[in-house]
C-alpha cells in the first residue's frame, strides 16, 4: 500500500512539473523594484519578494503585471524576453 501511494505521489510531482512548460510568473524583485515574467515557477527567497501566476500565455502575464501595484506602470524595454530566475 505504501509503494501505491509513493508511486502516486512521485507521478503527480513528475506530471506537474511537465505540465508548467508553456507557463508565465510574474515575479517582483525587491532590490531591483522591477517585476519581471519568467518561464519557470519561482522560488521567492532572498530578493524575490513574490511569484505570482501560472498563467498561459505571455499576454496574461503582461495583464498581470500591469495589475500589480509593486510593479511600475511603464513596461520594460522591448528585447527583453521572458528569463527564468536564478534559483540559488
Known sequence: MKVLIL????????????F????????????????EI???NPIVIGDISFG???YRSLDDANLARSTISFCP?????AEQSP????SG
Open 7 to 18: 508511486t502516486g505521489a512521485m507521478t503527480l510531482a513528475i506530471g506537474t512539473a511537465c
Open 20 to 35: 508548467a512548460d508553456g507557463l508565465y510568473w510574474v515575479v517582483g524583485n525587491s532590490a531591483t523594484k522591477q517585476c
Open 38 to 40: 519568467v518561464t519557470s
Open 52 to 54: 505570482d501566476g501560472p
Open 73 to 77: 506602470k511603464e513596461d520594460p524595454p
Open 83 to 86: 528569463s527564468k530566475p536564478d
